[in-house]
């Protein structure tokens, strides 16, 4: 199951506690941050289902991109085998 980048934002201070105590949400950072329209803000990574269920729970969830893909993406650009091999990059 394909896993994406997410901003989730509430108004309420216990229901961003309960993204990690409730729904085991694992956030990005140790702290969110507020916003005057959206309340307070927090990034995660989380699979379609937990989009699904934030959402019915009265969170606000914005999608980004495909964490996953864009890891795969990003390994095809490194290079191929050992670039320091004879003691000095190529």
């Known amino acids: 199951m394909a896993r994406y980048r997410i901003t989730i934002s509430n108004h309420s201070g216990q229901a961003m506690a309960d993204l990690v105590k409730v729904y085991q949400i694992q956030v990005l950072d140790h702290g969110s941050h507020r916003d005057k329209a959206a309340g307070l803000v927090i990034h995660a990574i989380v699979e379609e289902s937990d989009i699904q269920r934030l959402q019915q729970a009265g969170y606000s969830v914005e999608q980004h991109e495909d964490v996953d893909a864009t890891?795969?993406?990003r390994?095809?650009?490194?290079?191929?085998?050992?670039?320091?091999?004879?003691?000095?990059?190529?």
């Open 71 to 73: 890891g795969k993406a």
């Open 75 to 90: 390994q095809k650009e490194v290079g191929q085998g050992n670039r320091y091999e004879n003691g000095r990059p190529r």
